[in-house]
C-alpha cells in the first residue's frame, strides 16, 4: 500500500503540463486529510508542498478554470465593498450605492453640476450636502397630519375648563355659551385626531428617522433601465406608506368599522351687544388651528356683485398662512348670519343676497371640496386650490331681532306691552318691524328684557324657520345656543373688570398726559343704568364714556390738572366734571416744564400702556 502523498504528488507531476489548478490539488488533499495523517511517510514534506501549491497559484493568473473565476469574483466584490465603504467617510471619489463602480458627474451647461451616473448600472443620482438634507427633513412631516403633529406631540389640548377660564378673563356673564364653546373647540381637537388614517397617525408618533450623511446620494425615479428605479431613502418611505382605505367589496367582508366622528355646528342667538363677536376675537387668540371671522352681509349668489361664498375658505386659507392642510382643520366664525334670512314677498325676484346665500352654504356647511383661488389671484383668473371642508367647524352667530316675537305667537302668550298685532307676517323685515314697534311702548326695561331671555331659551328650528331661515341651513346647524341680555350688574362689571375694560382704557388715556381718572362706584351704576335704556348692550357704554369726558380730554393737555373725577350727578347731566390742579408755578419754570413734557410725550405713552 502506498502514502496517498505519493501518489499525489506522482499525479501533480503527471499532469503539470495539462494546466491543472492548485484547488484541485486541495480538494484531492483535503478529502484524504485523514489517511494522510495516519500514513505519514518521514521523507516527504507535506508543509513544502503545500506553501509550493499556493505560490504556483499565486504566480499563476491565466487558469481558465471555474473554480478561479469564482476567486477572482469574490476578490474584486471585496475590493469595490472597501471602495463603496470607505467613500461615506468623505472620500474625493464617489460610489454607486447599488454596485460600487465609481460614478462619473454628468456634463450640463452649469460646470457645478450635481448629478452623477453610475456607468455600469446606469442608475442616475443627486449629491446632497449638510444644508439640503436639512432641508429635505424639514419638508418631511409636511403632510396632512402636520397640524395635529404640532398640536398633538408638542403638547396635548387644554381642557374645556382652561378655555372657560381664559374666556372669563375677557368676557362678562354669558357662562353656557362660553361653556358650549369651550367644550366644541376640545372636541374639535379630538376629531381632527380621530379622523386622521391609522398610518399617517403611526407615522405622526413615530420618532424622527436618523439625519442623512452630507454625502448621501438621491436618486432619481424614473431613469434606470432595469431594477428598482427608486433610491433606498424612497424605498423605505414606500414601504412605510399608509394602509389604502377599504372599498368596494373589501368593505362588505370586513367586520371591524372605524367610527368617524362628525362635526356639529353651532348657531349663537341673542340681542346687539351681548358678546357674540368678542367671544370669537377672544377664542382666535388662544387656538392653536387657524381661526376666521367672516361677515355674512357682504357675501352674495355666485355670479352676482359681492363676495363668492368661497371668500369664506380663502379668509380661513388666508389664516393659516396658504396651507390647506392645516386650513381643512380650522374653525370659521359666521358673523351676522341673520342678515341672509330670506324676505318673503319677491317670488318673481331672486333672493341674492338672502336665500341664494342660505343655498351656496349648504355643502360648505356640512362637508364637500371647495375651488378657492390662490394667493394673489382674483377670481375666475389664475388657479384655483381645493379645500375639503368636512372637518371645519362653522359657528354661527346673530341678533334675530324679533325672534322673541315669533316665539310667543307660537306659545300662544301675551307678550309684554301692546300685545302682537294679528296680521304679523313672515320674514325678518316684519318680525323687526313688530320687535320694534313693540319697544316703543313705556315698559318697564328690566322685565322686557326678562321676558325677552325666557324666550330665547325655549327656541326651536321652526322658529328659525319662520324667521326667514331655510329648513336645510338651520338642519345643519344643530346646537343652538342662546346668549342672555345683559343687566345692569353685569354692565357695571364689563366697565371695570375685563382686561380690556372701558374704564382702564380711558384712564390710559388720561395718564399719557400726567392725569389721573376716578369713577366713583355710584358713577358707574348710572352709566350701566343709562346704556340699558339704550338697548345696545355693552357697546352704549363707550357712547357714554365719550360723551361725559368729551370736556374733560379737552382741557387736560397742556394744563395744570392733576386729576378728574366723575360722580353721580356728574353722569346724571347736574354737575360739571371736577379737576384737581396742581399748585401754581414761576413763568420760567412753566415754560421749562411744557419743553420737558413735549420731548417725554412718548415716553409716558409707553409708561401708560406698561
Not at 504528488?9 to 494522510?36: E, K
Not at 362678562?172 to 369651550?182: E, I, P, W
Not at 368596494?248 to 367582508?253: A, C, I, P, S, T
Not at 390742579?581 to 415754560?591: F, I, T, V
Request: net charge neutral; hydrophobic share 35%.
Amino acid at each position: 500500500m502506498s502514502c496517498p502523498c505519493t501518489s499525489a504528488a506522482r499525479l501533480f507531476l503527471n499532469t503539470a503540463h495539462r494546466g491543472l489548478s492548485c484547488s484541485r490539488i486541495q480538494l484531492f488533499s483535503l478529502s484524504r486529510q485523514g489517511s494522510r495523517e495516519t500514513h505519514l511517510h518521514p521523507k516527504v514534506r507535506v508543509r513544502s508542498f503545500s506553501e509550493t501549491a499556493v505560490c504556483y497559484a499565486a504566480k499563476d493568473g491565466t487558469t481558465k478554470d471555474s473554480g478561479s473565476d469564482g476567486g477572482k469574483k469574490s476578490i474584486s466584490e471585496g475590493k469595490r465593498q472597501s471602495g463603496s465603504g470607505g467613500s461615506g467617510k468623505g472620500g474625493s471619489q464617489l460610489r454607486c450605492p447599488k454596485c460600487g463602480d465609481p460614478c462619473t458627474h454628468v456634463e450640463t451647461f452649469v460646470s457645478s453640476t450635481r448629478f452623477v451616473k453610475c456607468e455600469k448600472c446606469h442608475h442616475f443620482f443627486v449629491v446632497l450636502s449638510e444644508t439640503d438634507s436639512k432641508k429635505g427633513l424639514n419638508k418631511e412631516p409636511e403632510s396632512a397630519a402636520e397640524a395635529v403633529k404640532l398640536a398633538f406631540a408638542q403638547k396635548p389640548p387644554p381642557p374645556p375648563k382652561k378655555i372657560y377660564a381664559y374666556l372669563d378673563k375677557y368676557v362678562v356673564g354669558q357662562s353656557y355659551a362660553k361653556k358650549v364653546l369651550a367644550v366644541a373647540v376640545y372636541n374639535h381637537y379630538k376629531r381632527i385626531y380621530n379622523n386622521i388614517p391609522a398610518g399617517s397617525r403611526q407615522q405622526v408618533e413615530v420618532e424622527k428617522q436618523p439625519s442623512l450623511t452630507p454625502r448621501e446620494l438621491l436618486q432619481i425615479a424614473g431613469i434606470s433601465p432595469h431594477g428598482n428605479a427608486l433610491g433606498a431613502s424612497m424605498q423605505q418611505q414606500a414601504s412605510q406608506q399608509p394602509p389604502q382605505e377599504k372599498r368596494g367589496g373589501e368593505v362588505l367582508d370586513s367586520t371591524h368599522t372605524d367610527i368617524k366622528l362628525e362635526k356639529s355646528n353651532i348657531i349663537l342667538l341673542g340681542p346687539t351687544g351681548s358678546g357674540k363677536t368678542l367671544l370669537a376675537q377672544t377664542l382666535a387668540r388662544c387656538l392653536d388651528v387657524p381661526f376666521a371671522i367672516c361677515d355674512c352681509t357682504t357675501l352674495t349668489q355666485a355670479g352676482y356683485v359681492g363676495e363668492d361664498i368661497e371668500s369664506v375658505i380663502a379668509k380661513l386659507l388666508q389664516d393659516a398662512n396658504y396651507s390647506v392642510e392645516k386650513a381643512q382643520q380650522g374653525i370659521v366664525f359666521l358673523d351676522e348670519v341673520d342678515k341672509i334670512g330670506s324676505v318673503p314677498g319677491i317670488h318673481q325676484l331672486r333672493d341674492v343676497g338672502g336665500e341664494g346665500v342660505q343655498q351656496g352654504l349648504l355643502k360648505l356647511l356640512e362637508g364637500t371640496i371647495v375651488n378657492v383661488p390662490e394667493k394673489n389671484s382674483r377670481k375666475l383668473r389664475g388657479e384655483t386650490v381645493q379645500v375639503d371642508t368636512t372637518n371645519i367647524l362653522f359657528v354661527a352667530s346673530g341678533a334675530f331681532n324679533g325672534l322673541d316675537r315669533i316665539i310667543s305667537r307660537r306659545k300662544n302668550e301675551k307678550y309684554l306691552g301692546f300685545g302682537t298685532p294679528s296680521n304679523m307676517g313672515k320674514g325678518r323685515r316684519a318680525a323687526a318691524a313688530a320687535d320694534l314697534a313693540n319697544s316703543s311702548g313705556e315698559t318697564d326695561t328690566v322685565a322686557e328684557i326678562e321676558e325677552k331671555d325666557r324666550l330665547l331659551k325655549i327656541v326651536e328650528a321652526r322658529d328659525l324657520i319662520e324667521f326667514g331661515m331655510i329648513p336645510e341651513f338651520v338642519g345643519r346647524l344643530p346646537v343652538v345656543v342662546p346668549l342672555h341680555s345683559l343687566d345692569e350688574e353685569t354692565l357695571v362689571r364689563i366697565l371695570t373688570e375685563p382686561r380690556n375694560a372701558v374704564v382702564p382704557q380711558y384712564q390710559a388715556l388720561f395718564s399719557m398726559d400726567k392725569c389721573e381718572l376716578n369713577v366713583t362706584p355710584d358713577a358707574l351704576r348710572a352709566i350701566a343704568k343709562m346704556a340699558l335704556e339704550r338697548k345696545t348692550g355693552a357697546r352704549g357704554l363707550r357712547s357714554i364714556m365719550e360723551k361725559l369726558l368729551l370736556e374733560p380730554m379737552f382741557e387736560v393737555p397742556h394744563s395744570d390738572i392733576m386729576a378728574v373725577e366723575l360722580n353721580k350727578d356728574i353722569v346724571l347731566g347736574k354737575s360739571q366734571p371736577t379737576y384737581v390742579r396742581a399748585p401754581a408755578k414761576e413763568p420760567a419754570e412753566e415754560e421749562y416744564d411744557s419743553g420737558i413734557e413735549e420731548e417725554n410725550w412718548p415716553r409716558q405713552a409707553d409708561a401708560a400702556n406698561n
